[in-house]
């Protein structure tokens, strides 16, 4: 598996972007958490449980460039997020930063990293302190960094205000999070990851929480900090018709496995996996006169605790055949530049 996944991420640094664009990339990410379990089950059983959130996940992000990661809720999304940035520590694999091997950092050395690594979380209800004006929630990171005085500090956080279209800045500066709208919450947050300028941006459904009327003023205002600041972003959704909009090339995962990735446009428009395609046909179409698909895929997603073998997807998808239960499929590349984990893939 690791010769193969190896081999994949050559092709994506030949063929796809030159290395010295490569941001971020990720190599066999893998992440288990262990299952507290009672005292007796755990005597009686003596086996050790664990949740297979994320297992042998492979990208990268070129400079400039907005990834997706798509999915339905539990198929791993923020974990993957959140153990690139080592939030979590992950169990397995290589992340490589600028072409820096950051999962065997120390604190102190991932410490100084943390400006050019930023977190956009879904719930700005949660991610802010309700203690904090939004002066001091803004400011928070430079402080930490501890190389601008007071002034210089002010200073950036109007410059960011202003950047949110947060104006006139001094009316927001001084305002508690229970004071802004959910939308003006967002910006706020937004603001705290960009005002040090990072390199590297994952935001974790950033608009899930966000009323339709704000949506679209917030992710706007999302691509254009991207392009203003040339960061690269990886974006976390369960919204494949959102990640058409925001995203250049996008990754479809299912519990905890990436099954397939490519341009967004491409995947959207010709769908090879039958996950995706299940996902493409649930996207509701604002025509009433449209004929009605019926979703391919039926019944919840497996446990994590106990992944089904082979495919995972075997035990909801259609075309299941007797390899698809005792065989993993690899994610190989069966068009230039996409990639599927699949023995029958949609239109082949």
């Not at 490569?22 to 262990?34: E, G, Q, S």
């Not at 460039?65 to 940035?85: A, N, P, Y």
């Amino acid at each position: 598996m690791w010769a193969k996944t190896t081999l994949l991420h050559a092709t994506f640094i030949e063929v796809e972007v030159m290395k010295e664009e490569i941001v971020l990339d990720v190599r066999n990410l893998t992440k288990y958490f262990p299952v507290k379990t009672g005292f007796f089950k755990t005597v009686l059983t003596k086996k050790q449980l664990f949740v297979h959130a994320v297992e042998n996940v492979s990208f990268n992000i070129a400079k400039g460039e907005v990834f997706g990661l798509v999915g339905e809720s539990g198929s791993g999304k923020t974990t993957v997020g959140r153990t690139i940035l080592r939030l979590i520590e992950p169990t397995a694999g290589n992340v490589f930063y600028e072409g820096r091997e950051i999962t065997s950092l120390s604190f102190e050395d991932m410490r100084s990293l943390r400006k050019e690594l930023q977190i956009v979380f879904q719930d700005p209800y949660e991610s802010l302190n309700p203690r904090m004006n939004v002066l001091t929630l803004i400011s928070e990171p430079l402080r930490i960094q501890g190389h601008f005085d007071d002034g210089e500090i002010r200073k950036k956080v109007e410059s960011n205000l202003v950047e949110m279209g947060l104006v006139p800045p001094e009316e927001y500066m001084y305002r508690f999070p229970h004071e802004l709208s959910g939308g003006q919450r967002q910006r706020v947050a937004i603001a705290r990851a960009f005002v040090t300028e990072p390199h590297l941006l994952v935001a974790d459904e950033p608009f899930s929480m966000l009323d339709a009327s704000v949506r679209t003023g917030v992710s706007e205002l999302m691509l254009h900090l991207v392009e203003n600041f040339h960061v690269s972003m990886l974006y976390i959704t369960h919204d494949i018709a959102l990640a058409k909009y925001m995203c250049g090339r996008v990754g479809v995962m299912y519990l905890g496995e990436i099954v397939e990735m490519g341009n967004v446009d491409s995947v959207v428009a010709n769908p090879f996996h039958p996950y995706t395609s299940a996902l493409m046909q649930a996207v509701p179409v604002p025509d009433p006169t449209a004929r009605r698909i019926d979703v391919v895929i039926k019944g919840e997603i497996p446990s994590p605790v106990n992944p089904p073998p082979g495919c995972r997807f075997h035990t909801r998808c259609p075309k299941a055949a007797e390899v698809c239960r005792k065989e993993k499929p690899q994610l190989i590349e069966i068009e230039k530049h996409r990639y599927v984990a699949c023995y029958f893939p949609e239109g082949k």
